[in-house]
């Protein structure tokens, strides 16, 4: 599967997202929640450990609004 389908999918099911895991990162792979964790480098190690590297996982903050950063 594609980052991108992972993308796709964590947008499609934000609403749900939001209500179960507000807030938390959550690793998402074959678009189903993986793993839900209070920090990046929690949700990082803990993907690596089970994926690998090269595992094509998306980890993402569980926020009701993307937000936007300017460069």
Known sequence: MALQDEQTWFNQNRPY???????QYVVVLN??????FPTFQAAYHAAVQRFGVGGGFLIKQVLSVEPTHYI
């Open 31 to 36: 678009q189903a929640v993986q793993g839900a």
């Open 17 to 23: 997202l939001v209500s179960k895991y507000s807030g």
